[in-house]
Nanobody, 121 residues
C-alpha cells in the first residue's frame, strides 16, 4: 500500500492550494477513512481534517471555514482544498488511511510521504 501526497508549495498569505492523496494497492478504498495531518518545525504532528467512508468530515478549529476535505473513490483520491492560507499553516502535510477513524496519529495504518506547504510573503 502506498499513499502519494502532492500539491504542496510556496504560497502567499491569503492564497490557496489543493493537496491530493492518492492510494495505491488499497483494496476496497471506499471503506477507508482518510486523514490529513501536518507537522510544523519543532511541533508535534496534528490532525487537520478527516473524512470517513460515509463522507462525514472533521476539521480542527483553526482551519474551519478555510479548508475543505473531499474524496473521489473512483480515483482512490482524497483532496484538501486550503483557502485563505496563513503563515501558521506552514508545515509538512501527510495523509493517512485506516479502516477506522482513529483518534491518535500512531493508530493510523498507512501513511504518505508528506508534502511541504509554505505560506510566506
Amino acid at each position: 500500500v502506498q499513499l502519494q501526497a502532492s500539491g504542496g508549495g510556496l504560497v502567499q498569505p491569503g492564497g490557496s492550494l489543493r493537496l491530493s492523496c492518492v492510494a495505491e494497492g488499497l483494496q476496497n478504498y471506499d471503506y477507508y477513512a482518510i486523514a490529513w495531518y501536518r507537522q510544523a518545525p519543532g511541533k508535534e504532528r496534528e490532525v487537520v481534517s478527516c473524512i470517513n467512508n460515509a463522507d462525514a468530515t472533521h476539521y480542527i478549529d483553526s482551519v474551519k471555514g478555510r479548508f475543505a476535505i473531499s474524496r473521489v473513490n473512483a480515483r482512490n483520491t482524497v483532496y484538501l482544498q486550503m483557502n485563505s492560507l496563513k503563515p501558521e499553516d506552514t508545515a509538512v502535510y501527510y495523509c493517512a488511511a485506516d479502516q477506522y477513524w482513529r483518534s491518535s496519529a500512531t493508530q493510523w495504518a498507512y501513511w504518505g510521504q508528506g508534502t511541504l506547504v509554505t505560506v510566506s510573503s
